[in-house]
């Protein structure tokens, strides 16, 4: 008879991304895009130019990174 004990199969872990997860990064988007607004209008400012990510272009990617760390816990 095998010994089972040493190779327990595992299961896959699936990166398939829950309700939860989307209701963090819907908070976190809505409450950058104001700051991104802002931080956007400082760098037209600024720079004297239009050739900038957008605000919700920044304040999407700053969801995408933000919500990830929360569940890597």
């Known amino acids: 008879?095998?010994?089972?004990?040493?190779?327990?199969?595992?299961?896959?872990?699936?990166?398939?991304?829950?309700?939860?997860?989307?209701t963090y990064f819907t908070?976190?988007?809505?409450?950058?895009?104001?700051?991104?607004?802002?931080?956007?209008t400082v760098e037209i400012a600024r720079r004297r130019t239009l050739n900038l990510r957008g605000p919700l272009a920044r304040a999407w990617a700053e969801a995408e990174h933000i919500t990830p760390m929360i569940f890597a816990v």
Do not use: D, K
Request: proline fraction near 6%.
């Open 27 to 40: 908070l976190i988007l809505l409450v950058s895009l104001p700051t991104e607004t802002v931080r956007y």
């Open 1 to 22: 008879m095998a010994e089972m004990t040493t190779n327990i199969p595992r299961r896959r872990q699936s990166n398939r991304r829950g309700v939860e997860f989307y």
